[in-house]
């Protein structure tokens, strides 16, 4: 069996209220479904959460032209050839190899898209040549698995946000833990924040905080201490976006709350520093933005190993099958508390997500079909 095309497809929709952050404004959803076709007729279909959309599938279908003919059960011999074409190799800024020169530098992001979609596809394809779904073959059980459901956000057209009752919603539909988007205010709002989301939800359920990487160390310090008493499960994304893992040890020295991070993070080299450093208890990297269900396998892997958690950052209907592998060095999957208008309708088939967690099934692969009529009238 070999790799016969690949090709994207883009979708976009605009939301209707944007979701603000301490950092920026999200005005829509996107979504870029990589498609790999075999020759024996076995279609798989990755997912990438990146932009600019039309770069990434520019990026995709190069590097697809460069698979074409490759095995896709070897999805190592695959994600290598691809990742070393960002580094430089002997002759290699010749192209005397028929391979591209060294890629640029400033497209990482989008190539390690790009490889990531790719690599996804070829994991639904093996799933689908073995009869089961992603999760059995990597020696997982069918247990339903956690999910946290993330809200909370800020407006930006001078509208309450109405956060308090949105997170006591999430909690009525049967979540056990939810997400706020913190750290877009004053110190003293901030922390305000944080009591009030705690007041709104509960004791028994679990309130993780995500501050889009707002502060410096020591106004991390300060508000980590303060919102202690409402015991946050975790303070995600703490310090801005240059600190280091060093910096991450000196937080977690100076605060009982755990730390969660990674999600932005381009591959398992640089998770692995905030790992190996003890500064993060939960990590967050994301198969869909960056380098593929390969490299967060590695990850899972070297988290386990160090008494660290994993937690995906979004995309649960895919991520679950990672968590389910790793039941001891895993958390859970991110979901949105209010679905987005994407998620809602892209799929004739996904693992069904209820009263807090997503229940995986049997079907080979990643268990989903798209509704291509939809990311049809979507598309971007």
């Given amino acids: 069996m070999r790799i016969a095309s690949i090709r994207s497809h883009a979708a976009a929709i605009p939301y209707k209220v944007p979701r603000v952050t301490a950092h920026e404004p999200m005005r829509g959803v996107s979504v870029v479904l990589v498609e790999v076709v075999t020759d024996a007729g076995v279609t798989g279909v990755g997912q990438i959460h990146g932009a600019p959309l039309k770069e990434i599938c520019?990026?995709?279908?190069?590097?697809?032209?460069?698979?074409?003919?490759?095995?896709?059960?070897?999805?190592?011999?695959?994600?290598?050839?691809?990742?070393?074409?960002?580094?430089?190799?002997?002759?290699?800024?010749?192209?005397?190899?028929?391979?591209?020169?060294?890629?640029?530098?400033?497209?990482?992001?989008?190539?390690?898209?790009?490889i990531g979609g790719i690599d996804l596809a070829l994991w639904d394809i093996k799933g689908k040549v073995a009869g089961?779904?992603?999760?059995?073959?990597?020696?997982?059980?069918?247990?339903?698995?956690?999910?946290?459901?993330?809200?909370?956000?800020?407006?930006?057209?001078?509208?309450?946000?109405?956060?308090?009752?949105?997170?006591?919603?999430?909690?009525?539909?049967?979540?056990?833990?939810?997400?706020?988007?913190?750290?877009?205010?004053?110190?003293?709002?901030?922390?305000?924040?944080?009591?009030?989301?705690?007041?709104?939800?509960?004791?028994?359920?679990?309130?993780?905080?995500?501050?889009?990487?707002?502060?410096d160390l020591e106004t991390a310090i300060a508000f980590s201490r303060a919102v202690e008493r409402y015991e946050p499960f975790w303070f995600e994304e703490p310090l801005r976006w240059y600190f280091q893992p060093a910096d991450f040890r000196c937080l977690a020295?100076?605060?009982?709350?755990?730390?969660?991070?990674?999600?932005?993070?381009?591959?398992?080299?640089?998770?692995?520093?905030?790992?190996?450093?003890?500064?993060?208890?939960?990590?967050?990297?994301?198969?869909?933005?960056?380098?593929?269900?390969?490299?967060?396998?590695?990850?899972?892997?070297?988290?386990?190993?160090?008494?660290?958690?994993?937690?995906?950052?979004?995309?649960?209907?895919?991520?679950?099958?990672?968590?389910?592998?790793?039941?001891?060095?895993?958390?859970g999957v991110e979901s949105n508390g209010v679905p987005d208008p994407l998620w809602s309708g892209m799929y004739k088939r996904r693992a069904q997500l209820r009263d807090g967690y997503v229940h995986l099934d049997e079907t080979p692969g990643f268990g989903i079909e798209i509704d291509w009529d939809f990311i049809k009238r979507h598309a971007a």
Wanted: net charge negative; proline share 7%.
């Fill in 58 to 114: 520019e990026w995709v279908a190069r590097l697809g032209e460069i698979v074409i003919g490759m095995n896709p059960l070897e999805h190592i011999a695959v994600w290598e050839k691809l990742f070393a074409l960002t580094c430089p190799r002997p002759g290699g800024f010749l192209a005397q190899d028929g391979l591209p020169s060294p890629l640029p530098r400033a497209a990482r992001p989008q190539i390690t898209a790009a």
């Fill in 132 to 215: 089961l779904p992603v999760f059995r073959l990597l020696g997982g059980e069918n247990r339903p698995v956690p999910a946290y459901a993330t809200g909370g956000y800020y407006r930006d057209d001078g509208e309450p946000d109405g956060m308090a009752e949105e997170v006591a919603s999430f909690v009525a539909k049967g979540y056990r833990a939810v997400k706020i988007k913190d750290g877009g205010g004053t110190l003293a709002e901030d922390i305000e924040r944080a009591r009030l989301a705690r007041e709104a939800i509960g004791r028994d359920t679990l309130l993780l905080l995500d501050c889009t990487a707002a502060y």
């Fill in 253 to 331: 020295a100076a605060t009982s709350i755990p730390l969660a991070h990674c999600e932005r993070d381009l591959h398992r080299f640089t998770v692995r520093d905030f790992i190996v450093s003890g500064g993060v208890r939960y990590v967050q990297f994301d198969s869909t933005r960056h380098a593929g269900f390969t490299e967060s396998l590695r990850i899972a892997a070297l988290a386990e190993q160090h008494g660290v958690r994993i937690s995906p950052h979004q995309v649960p209907e895919l991520h679950a099958h990672l968590c389910a592998a790793f039941p001891g060095a895993s958390f």
